[in-house]
């Protein structure tokens, strides 16, 4: 008589509670997958729409020569060395002066006091000469300065207007949306009036902290006083104001 075998098949139901217990798992991590994933509003932000980029563009400045000599004056001069300034500290290549193609050997003199100018503001190396064509003899004319340096402009263009704000016959109407060219102007002016392009690109490091205030502060701390400054507030009531 043989020993009894001590194992057993496993029962059919095991079977199918396993399987039914990984197939359910699978699908939970498929849901979770997708609601990771679920989408959301387009982001409507102008800073997205109309962002500031570093470029290498031309910088310019008209020169209005004035009198018959075609002298500068005083403002003009200071624009030059402005000028001369913005170069040295942004500027590549050459700086070339271009005179209207109608003026001809007038505006020589002007040409040739704005090369002592930018000499005296400290410019060095060459400078190219040249013109350009004037559309209406009858406006006035300047001399044109101009050099390519890094510049920070608006990538997208401004005043377009590809959808309709009062549209209440299609979807575009019913947004409530912030419409295409918002914000446009905004960049575009602080693109414009910021000195150096660099700081829309990069935080400047900490300069040296002021030693006289920090010595003030912990010697006030050492005696027992408050360190911060005492602003002093003297209020008016409102009774007397205006009065004689």
């Known amino acids: ?15 199918r509670l396993i399987c039914l217990t990984a ?14 994933q679920t989408a959301s509003i387009a982001p409507d932000d102008y800073h997205q729409r109309h962002p500031i980029v ?13 009198g018959r000599q075609g002298a ?5 001069v200071a624009d030059i060395r402005a000028f001369a300034v913005r170069y040295q500290s942004m500027g590549g290549g050459r700086v070339v002066i271009l005179s ?36 209406d003899p009858s406006l006035a004319s300047p001399i044109r300065l101009a ?10 263009r401004c005043g377009q207007w590809p959808q309709d704000l009062a549209s209440g016959g299609s979807l575009e109407g019913w947004k409530n949306e912030n419409y295409w060219n918002f914000g446009c ?34 010697a006030a701390v050492r005696q027992g006083q408050d360190p911060t400054t005492n602003w002093k507030v003297e209020l008016t ?3 007397q104001v205006g009065g004689n």
């Open 1 to 15: 008589m043989s020993p009894r075998s001590t194992h057993s098949r496993p029962r059919a139901p095991t079977l």
């Open 23 to 36: 197939a359910t798992a699978i699908g939970l991590a498929g849901c979770m997958t997708d609601s990771s």
């Open 54 to 66: 570093l470029t290498q563009s031309p910088t310019t400045l008209d020169v209005f020569p004035v």
């Open 72 to 76: 500068l004056d005083s403002a003009s």
């Open 100 to 135: 209207p193609s109608a003026s001809g050997y007038r505006t020589r003199p002007a040409v040739n006091e704005i090369r002592r100018v930018l000499a005296s503001a400290g410019l060095t190396g060459p400078i190219g000469l040249g013109s350009y064509p004037v559309g």
């Open 147 to 156: 050099f390519r340096g890094l510049k920070a402009e608006v990538a997208s």
């Open 185 to 218: 102007a905004t960049q575009s002016m602080l693109a414009a009036q910021v000195d150096d392009p660099r700081d829309l690109a990069r935080a400047r490091a900490l300069g040296p902290s002021d030693e006289e205030m920090r010595l003030r502060a912990i």
């Open 237 to 239: 009531p409102i009774g």
